[in-house]
């Protein structure tokens, strides 16, 4: 047991549980396989256990026992930067935010640019209102991002939609 806990890598994680580093594991078979190696490497046996090995196995199970821990490890062990993010987490392109951009005042003028203005009107209030207040103190910048946030959430509903959304199959009305 004590071998396996001293290899480094991927490798020696899932084999200080006694598991082969395969991605389909399930949290069950993680969980038994601690049970079993918990159970016969316990400082607390009457044999006195192997302490070494059940921190290890402890620290295996730790990092194994969710599927992205899992995750984690298999990329470790393939040499892997680490998990590319999924394409609704990655980054707008500078295009994509020019073309946003260039589009804004068509979608102002199109949705109701007085309720926006009112908004604004709103929000710049309420930040100079709060930084009077407040002054420099943490709450100032935060009560002014509390604001702007709140701007950024309700104005929405106050612009035209976009070309996307109204080019999308279930915008259209079926057809008979």
């Known amino acids: 047991m004590r071998r396996r806990a001293d290899r480094s890598g991927a490798a020696g994680i899932f084999g200080a549980l006694g598991l ?3 991605p389909a ?5 993680v969980r038994m396989a601690w049970r079993r190696v918990a159970a016969a490497t316990h400082p607390d046996r009457a044999d006195g256990g192997d302490p070494a090995a059940f921190a290890a196995a402890a620290a295996a199970y730790n990092l194994l026992r969710t599927r992205s821990g899992r995750s984690e490890a298999l990329a ?3 040499g892997a930067a680490g998990p590319t993010p999924p394409p609704a987490q ?3 392109s500078v295009r994509w935010l020019a073309m946003q951009t260039a589009r804004l005042p068509r979608r ?3 949705g109701r640019p007085l309720r926006l203005i009112a ?3 709103v929000a710049v209030a309420l930040s100079a209102a709060a930084l009077a207040v407040a002054g420099s103190t943490p709450a100032g910048p935060a009560l002014v991002t509390g604001a702007v946030t709140w701007l950024v959430l309700t104005a929405r509903r106050d612009l035209a939609p976009g ?4 080019e999308h199959p279930r ?5 008979r």
Not at 25 to 29: Q, S, Y
Not at 163 to 166: D, F, K, N
Request: proline share 14%; aromatic share 0%.
């Open 108 to 110: 102002i003028g199109a």
């Open 90 to 92: 990655r980054q707008p």
């Open 163 to 166: 070309p996307a959304a109204s």
């Open 171 to 175: 915008a259209r009305p079926p057809s």
């Open 76 to 78: 470790g062990a393939t």
């Open 20 to 22: 082969a580093a395969d």
């Open 119 to 121: 908004r604004v009107a």
């Open 25 to 29: 594991l399930t949290d069950d078979e």
